[in-house]
């Protein structure tokens, strides 16, 4: 018990997290659930906002200890309104997320914590990227991450399909919250409420999805 506690202290806040990233035909959702737990054992807050907005259509979801994930969207955002201002246009997602790469590179001794970058841009269209912990940076259709992203690996090899539209994506994801509410329901460190974001060249769109308005698979 006492070693359990000590250990919790010093790992700090950290997110028990389930977060996803799809991309579809003309945009890109990001969610992610709004638990956040210490040393993943105690819940610590049932509402953790893990969506950072870094530019105008490019957001960073986190997982990993929240207090380094904050620390590094913060110095990601500054690099990225400087870069925008340098150059007289957005930035494209793919430099916000090698960004966030050479951030957790070159601190990964220090940090514990990983990143879902979903945006869009004007060359490459929606796109997302999955910066892991230790910097590496892999370009994905759908990615998820964190704890409870173990849960779901099945139902999103199934039901993701290339090109689908913002519908289904949303159903997919989230507005019928499939894959979050499936986490969810089975990971004991993800939970709260749904935050998504659907990013297009039109611009974003923020929805909230209530606990108690999540499909349930199972009694509880």
């Known amino acids: 018990m006492e070693k359990r506690s000590t250990d919790s202290q010093v790992k700090g806040v950290s997110t028990g ?3 996803l990233a799809a ?7 990001i969610g992610s659930d709004s638990r956040a737990s210490i040393g993943g054992d105690y819940v610590s807050s049932k ?3 893990k969506l950072i907005q870094v530019h105008d259509r490019i957001f960073a979801c986190i997982a990993g200890s929240l207090a380094d994930a904050q620390a590094v969207t913060k110095a990601a955002k500054s690099h990225l309104s400087f870069h925008s201002v340098q150059m007289e246009t957005p930035p494209l997602v793919v430099a916000a997320a090698s960004v966030l790469k050479e951030l957790c590179y070159r601190n990964k ?3 514990q914590a990983g990143f879902i970058t979903a945006g869009w841009d004007r060359k490459n269209g929606p796109q997302v990227y999955v910066v892991s912990l230790g910097g590496m940076l892999i370009s994905q ?9 173990t849960y779901i690996y099945g139902y999103v090899d199934a039901k993701y399909k290339p090109n689908m539209s913002r519908e289904q994506c949303l159903q997919f994801a989230t507005n019928g919250t499939d894959a979050l509410a499936l986490a969810m329901g089975r990971d004991n460190v993800s939970g709260g409420v749904v935050h998504l974001v659907v990013i297009t060249e039109e611009g974003v769109e923020h929805v909230v999805v209530p606990g108690d308005k999540l499909p349930r698979f199972h009694d509880e």
Request: charged residues 10%; glycine residues 16%.
């Open 109 to 111: 001794e220090e940090l």
């Open 47 to 49: 509402t953790i906002n």
């Open 141 to 149: 259709p759908v990615t998820i991450a964190g704890s409870g992203s």
């Open 23 to 29: 991309v579809y035909d003309g945009g890109v959702v």
């Open 17 to 19: 997290t389930t977060i």
